[in-house]
């Protein structure tokens, strides 16, 4: 499974390594991946989601059911 957020969406950006001398590299910027495991209190199971340090931060404003139907409605979880 590729790394990307199941609750924002977010994935890896694209730039340059850029050396004192000005030689320019491709790179990629990853983002703050993590592997959490979440209690569904309505539905009495687990789920494990892959989210980012923001995933995490929204999950904790708005609730793991609310953030969990935002994510289906955008296309982020199947």
């Known amino acids: 499974m590729s790394r ?3 609750i924002t ?8 390594n850029v050396s004192h001398a000005n030689n ?3 790179r990629r ?7 959490k495991k979440f209690y ?3 539905q ?3 789920v494990t989601l892959k989210v980012t340090a923001h995933g995490l931060r929204i999950i904790n ?18």
């Open 24 to 26: 320019k590299t491709k």
């Open 4 to 6: 990307i957020c199941q």
């Open 9 to 16: 969406g977010k994935r890896a950006m694209v730039g340059n």
């Open 61 to 78: 404003r708005i609730g793991i059911e609310e953030a969990i139907l935002r994510a289906t409605r955008n296309g982020f979880i199947k």
């Open 29 to 35: 910027f990853e983002i703050n991946l993590l592997e």
């Open 40 to 42: 569904l209190p309505e």
């Open 44 to 46: 009495e199971k687990s």
